[in-house]
């Protein structure tokens, strides 16, 4: 994957280049840059780093799972090295009775190994072994082998919690690549051109209707979501003054007493699938495949969604981006 992000990365500076000559004229016969040109090569970025940001936010899903579940083993190894200790005392007893009245100082010599195997290979080789309870061995024998499965169990889980916080650094350093090429073909732009690229999106994104007709939990998600408009887009950020997309869904359910993840993607795999030819205000509907895009459907054919850092919240037509799928949460 990673020999992949190289190409990728080299094609597209590849790109760059060309359309850094594009900006510099070579002779007054070239013609100006092409705004729609740069604008759409802007929203593929911001695309691009959309998709980053919404694996940063499944990973960092995952990385919460997996800090629970290691709590969970390391709490199952400390119990474990309790009855470890519990029964190591026990052997001890069994030892000092065997051997009452001789020397117990040579006794202790041998079975001092703090490492519960070790401490059972000592307690093995010694002579009076015969003597020790065989049933009592046998309990050590076994709580040994189990402590060894959850110090395993716990090794393997920090290892994978490891690999998910690379994961997530590696998103988050694809989100600031992409996000600093579009603002830097933006900077390329003349003042005119920006005003122009900013008028083309404002002319694009439709106003809000009088009357959304919601009604229910829905209608509280609806309310949240059109009050945030105007609002900036900052990947990872849900409220109050800045959202990504799904941050924005997320944020607007809460209200209606409905927890989602921080995810588009684990948003369309837990809500219950509609037609989008049914939808309702409410229902969220997701965009691109694989799923990277979530919005939430306010009526009248439009959607209210955090769109991308140059346009922020913005109300627009429900089919203004691959529209792949629908759920209804609740």
Same mark, same amino acid.
């Given at each position: 994957?990673?020999?992949?992000?190289?190409?990728?990365?080299?094609?597209?500076?590849?790109?760059?280049?060309?359309?850094?000559?594009?900006?510099?004229?070579?002779?007054?016969?070239?013609?100006?840059?092409?705004?729609?040109?740069?604008?759409?090569?802007?929203?593929?970025?911001?695309?691009?780093?959309?998709?980053?940001?919404?694996?940063?936010?499944?990973?960092?899903?995952?990385?919460?799972?997996?800090?629970?579940?290691?709590?969970?083993?390391?709490?199952?190894?400390?119990?474990?090295?309790?009855?470890?200790?519990?029964?190591?005392?026990?052997?001890?007893?069994?030892?000092?009775?065997?051997?009452?009245?001789?020397?117990?100082?040579?006794?202790?010599?041998?079975?001092?190994?703090?490492?519960?195997?070790?401490?059972?290979?000592?307690?093995?080789?010694?002579?009076?072994?015969?003597?020790?309870?065989?049933?009592?061995?046998?309990?050590?024998?076994?709580?040994?082998?189990?402590?060894?499965?959850?110090?395993?169990?716990?090794?393997?889980?920090?290892?994978?919690?490891?690999?998910?916080?690379?994961?997530?650094?590696?998103?988050?350093?694809?989100?600031?690549?992409?996000?600093?090429?579009?603002?830097?073909?933006?900077?390329?732009?003349?003042?005119?051109?920006?005003?122009?690229?900013?008028?083309?999106?404002?002319?694009?994104?439709?106003?809000?209707?009088?009357?959304?007709?919601?009604?229910?939990?829905?209608?509280?998600?609806?309310?949240?979501?059109?009050?945030?408009?105007?609002?900036?887009?900052?990947?990872?950020?849900?409220?109050?003054?800045?959202?990504?997309?799904?941050?924005?869904?997320?944020?607007?359910?809460?209200?209606?007493?409905?927890?989602?993840?921080?995810?588009?993607?684990?948003?369309?795999?837990?809500?219950?699938?509609?037609?989008?030819?049914?939808?309702?205000?409410?229902?969220?509907?997701?965009?691109?495949?694989? @799923?990277?895009?979530?919005?939430?459907?306010?009526?009248?054919?439009?959607?209210?969604?955090?769109?991308?850092?140059?346009?922020?919240?913005? @109300?627009?037509?429900?089919?203004?981006?691959?529209?792949?799928?629908?759920?209804?949460?609740?």
């Amino acid at each position: 994957m990673l020999h992949g992000h190289k190409r990728l990365t080299t094609a597209f500076a590849g790109a760059l280049l060309v359309g850094a000559v594009a900006f510099v004229p070579a002779s007054p016969a070239l013609a100006e840059p092409d705004i729609d040109d740069v604008q759409a090569r802007v929203d593929r970025l911001y695309h691009e780093a959309e998709q980053a940001s919404e694996r940063h936010n499944d990973a960092r899903i995952e990385l919460e799972e997996l800090q629970r579940e290691l709590d969970a083993v390391r709490a199952d190894q400390e119990r474990q090295d309790e009855q470890m200790s519990a029964v190591r005392e026990q052997v001890r007893d069994s030892i000092v009775r065997t051997y009452q009245g001789q020397n117990l100082s040579a006794v202790g010599r041998v079975v001092v190994a703090d490492d519960p195997s070790a401490f059972l290979a000592q307690m093995s080789t010694l002579s009076a072994y015969d003597g020790l309870q065989d049933q009592l061995f046998d309990t050590y024998s076994t709580e040994v082998k189990a402590l060894d499965i959850r110090r395993q169990a716990t090794a393997a889980q920090a290892a994978e919690l490891a690999d998910v916080e690379a994961e997530l650094a590696e998103e988050k350093a694809t989100i600031d690549e992409k996000v600093d090429e579009a603002e830097a073909l933006l900077s390329r732009l003349e003042t005119e051109a920006r005003e122009a690229v900013v008028s083309r999106d404002a002319s694009r994104t439709e106003t809000a209707p009088v009357s959304v007709p919601a009604s229910g939990r829905a209608a509280a998600a609806v309310q949240y979501a059109l009050a945030q408009v105007g609002k900036s887009y900052v990947y990872g950020a849900a409220g109050p003054s800045s959202f990504d997309c799904s941050g924005l869904t997320m944020m607007a359910w809460r209200q209606a007493g409905v927890s989602l993840p921080h995810s588009s993607s684990a948003q369309y795999g837990g809500g219950t699938k509609v037609s989008t030819s049914a939808l309702q205000p409410g229902d969220l509907v997701y965009y691109y495949s694989p @799923i990277s895009h979530v919005g939430i459907y306010i009526g009248n054919g439009q959607i209210v969604h955090a769109a991308n850092p140059s346009t922020g919240v913005q @109300i627009t037509g429900v089919r203004s981006m691959p529209l792949v799928g629908a759920t209804r949460p609740g």
